[in-house]
């Protein structure tokens, strides 16, 4: 009897065991042949010499991290990160106030304020970007505007700049922002305001006490969701920006498609990688001493 | 000491005062911020000017010219081509939807429902195709793709290209995690107990994941596979990267248009885009509605 208890728990774990593998095998076979291995291909791939029409000889070699060096691309790099910050904290100041607004409206309120936010969200990058150019160039709406009003005599250069890459960015990644803003406002406790002006408070100091420290992990959330896919950004820049406006992900793509520098263009990515990671390793370091503090 | 009190009044008045127009201006200021730039891509997409953004009266010619190809030069040649891209998005983003729903479910099943030691390495894996720049991504198939197909035609003499199916294999990678975290979310949110009664009450594990488990986190399968596809639809860059010649989508054609030449055949394209995504939206939402009543 009590042997075949055993078997049949035995058994049932061993069904078990193989139940968990039939789920996770699909997943991680795929993740590893299509996403792993490439990332391993790509990091082979910067220690090896340039072949003549793309491609690479096999021949190690560490030439390719040494161009890293160039001054060149650290004007490409410092843009990248300079852009992706601004980015960012622009995408803060206008998406902050945004979600506090819908957060603090009456329920039935919030939930069409917040699908007016996430409708830009769902449609296509580059029809978004696009839009930018017909209000920026030249015969674009702006300067028609201003011209038909007198107030300018020639057309402003607006588009093919920074400024023009800017403000694609911060329309892009806006919508990045606001919905983890707004997840963490959206259980703020809206009664500690009162409490704080019970206690004599003014708005200012209540909200730089009380509502910026308890939706801090929303801004750090939000920051990290801009800046991140920013930096790596390349459709912004090579569709709204000009020569002098380069970012690290319009380098990689004229390294695989244009210069056919493969090895080169891989150590434009893994840089690009170990620099998106550094933000979110801190971010998981942080949250998880947080965790252990408490 | 009366005085100092009512100055100091007066004072948080005016930040409360300052703080309310700031949260009322922001927030419409960010709204027209982000729908602005698409009403105007739709407005112009009727505008018989070609050239500026003058308004000179309404058309519908641009339309005629992305279906029949009237008018514009090149129209013809865009016609056939306009069909085939979207014919392709369709495909790529059918067939991934269906491959990356299943597998990304069947992995969320596995970490919300299994204990094993391997899960954070699993979770990070499913993580890293989410936060790293889609352009590492899509350079790191290119260079996967290219060194097997070497490999391939060294071994077998079969020369193998990019295309369509390689650009289906990206999507479903990078679909597999953003599917995982949707549905992971609805299984969190079920209560254990209802598959235990149906255990209890005799049910096999394949029958209470069927008549239990299954109908209960469907809403959640069902935005996962939205969302898929929403993104494979919407993906540019790694489709850039992995698609070859002559498997262009929709997004592919659009970069090429706005590439070659602004004419306002591509507003009307992307309003159209834009139509299709509203569409998607109004669908899911009504999908919601519709579970929350069941």
Redesign the interface.
């Known amino acids: 009897m009590f042997n075949r208890i055993q078997t049949h728990l035995a058994t049932a774990t061993n069904?078990?065991r193989l139940?968990?593998a039939?789920?996770?095998i699909?997943?991680?076979v795929?993740?590893f042949f299509?996403?792993?291995?490439?990332?391993f291909?790509?990091l082979l791939?910067s220690v090896l010499e340039r072949g003549t029409y793309g491609?690479v000889e096999w021949q190690f070699t560490l030439s390719n991290y040494e161009r890293l060096f160039n001054p060149i691309y650290w004007g490409v790099l410092g843009r990248s990160l300079w852009l992706a910050l601004f980015t960012t904290v622009a995408c803060l100041l206008?998406?902050y106030?945004?979600a506090?607004?819908?957060a603090s409206r009456p329920p039935q309120w919030r939930n069409t304020l917040l699908?007016?936010?996430?409708?830009?969200f769902?449609?296509?990058?580059?029809?978004?970007i696009?839009?930018?150019?017909?209000?920026l160039?030249q015969?674009?709406?702006i300067?028609?505007?201003l011209s038909s009003l007198h107030l300018i005599n020639q057309p402003l250069d607006l588009l093919f700049n920074s400024f023009a890459v800017t403000v694609g960015l911060v329309?892009g990644y806006?919508p990045f922002m606001i919905l983890p803003l707004y997840a963490t406002l959206e259980r703020f406790d809206f009664a500690l305001l009162d409490a704080a002006q019970d206690l004599g408070a003014?708005?200012?100091k209540t909200?730089v006490r009380i509502v910026l420290p308890l939706t801090l992990r929303g801004i750090v959330a939000g920051s990290l969701l801009v800046f991140?896919?920013a930096?790596?950004?390349?459709?912004t820049p090579d569709?709204l920006g000009g020569a002098k406006t380069l970012m690290m992900?319009n380098l990689?793509?004229n390294q695989?498609l244009g210069a056919r520098h493969?090895p080169f263009?891989?150590v434009l990515?893994i840089v690009?990688?170990v620099i998106?990671?550094i933000p979110?390793l801190i971010y998981f370091r942080v949250a998880d001493e947080k965790l252990k503090a408490n | 000491m009366r005085n100092a009190l009512t100055l100091e009044r007066r004072w948080d008045l005016a930040i409360r005062f300052l703080g309310r127009v700031g949260l009322w201006g922001i927030t419409l200021a960010a709204l027209l911020f982000l729908y602005l730039p698409i009403a105007i891509l739709v407005i112009y997409s009727f505008n018989t000017s070609r050239l500026n953004a003058v308004w000179r009266g309404f058309t519908l010619d641009w339309y005629r010219s992305l279906f029949a190809g009237i008018g514009e030069s090149g129209a013809d040649v865009i016609t056939g081509q306009i069909w085939d891209a979207l014919f392709n998005s369709l495909w790529v983003g059918g067939i991934a939807t269906v491959v990356a729903t299943v597998f990304g479910t069947m992995v969320a099943l596995a970490l919300e429902r299994f204990k094993f030691r391997q899960k954070t390495a699993l979770e990070a894996l499913l993580f890293l195709p989410i936060i790293i720049p889609d352009i590492t991504m899509g350079i790191s198939l290119l260079v996967f793709f290219s060194l097997v197909f070497q490999l391939i035609q060294t071994v077998t003499g079969v020369r193998l290209v990019l295309g369509l199916p390689t650009v289906i294999i990206g999507h479903i990678a990078f679909n597999i995690s953003y599917v995982a975290v949707t549905v992971r979310s609805r299984i969190a949110e079920l209560d254990p107990a209802l598959e235990e009664a149906a255990q209890d009450l005799g049910a096999n594990e394949w029958r209470t994941f069927y008549r239990v488990t299954l109908p209960l986190i469907f809403p959640g399968i069902l935005s996962g596979a939205l969302l898929a596809f929403t993104l494979s639809l919407d993906d540019f860059v790694i489709t850039f990267f992995t698609a070859g010649v002559g498997s262009t989508t929709l997004p592919v054609f659009v970069y090429g248009m706005i590439k070659l030449s602004v004419t306002p055949a591509i507003n009307a394209i992307s309003t159209l885009m834009l139509m299709a995504s509203f569409l998607i939206v109004l669908a899911s939402l009504a999908l919601q509605r519709r579970s929350l009543q069941l």
């Open positions: 069904r078990r139940n968990l039939v789920l996770v699909p997943a991680t795929w993740l299509f996403f792993v291995l490439p990332l291909m790509v791939y491609g206008v998406g106030p945004l506090f607004f819908i699908l007016l936010v996430i409708i830009p769902w449609t296509n990058f580059l029809v978004r696009y839009a930018w150019i017909i209000i160039r015969e674009g709406v300067n028609v505007l329309y806006l003014n708005d200012l909200f991140i896919p930096v790596g950004e390349f459709i569709i992900g990689v793509q695989f493969w263009g891989s990515s690009m990688i998106v990671l979110i």
